[in-house]
């Protein structure tokens, strides 16, 4: 099961973190990886972290602002995001999968598992 966490309602150029925390069996988990919808928009990968060797992929539109990382104790994957824009403004979504290769980890249907979305809104 993956616990998404963190969404709010911000100001263009705050900051804010986004948690998904993972429970279960752990060996689903390889790899985490954000995703993000916003309205009427496709959903599109943010940003994602190899759970053993700590390697991570991020979209180079946001790799300027967003830093993905982890918590091995507290099976936690977070995404740092800095520098708000109004076109951050999204549902963010964590997914998970035990592994993919770097060619498929930034599309979304080939994820096992999904935590809910949280609501990150940018006011300009």
């Known amino acids: 099961q993956l616990q998404a966490s963190g969404g709010g309602l911000v100001q263009a150029g705050d900051s804010l973190r986004l948690s998904c925390a993972a429970s279960?069996?752990?060996?689903?988990?390889?790899?985490m990886t954000w995703f993000r919808q916003a309205p009427g928009k496709e959903r599109e990968f943010v940003a994602a972290i190899r759970w053993n060797s700590g390697n991570t992929y991020v979209q180079d539109s946001v790799k300027d602002r967003f830093t993905i990382s982890r918590d091995n104790a507290k099976i936690t994957v977070y995404l740092q995001m800095n520098s708000l824009k109004s076109e951050d403004t999204a549902v963010y979504y964590c997914?998970?999968?035990?592994?993919?290769?770097?060619?498929?980890?930034?599309?979304?249907?080939?994820?096992?598992?999904w935590g809910q979305g949280t609501q990150v809104t940018v006011s300009s």
């Open positions: 997914a998970a999968d035990s592994s993919l290769s770097t060619a498929l980890l930034r599309i979304g249907a080939y994820y096992s598992y």
């Open positions: 279960g069996r752990t060996s689903r988990y390889y790899l």
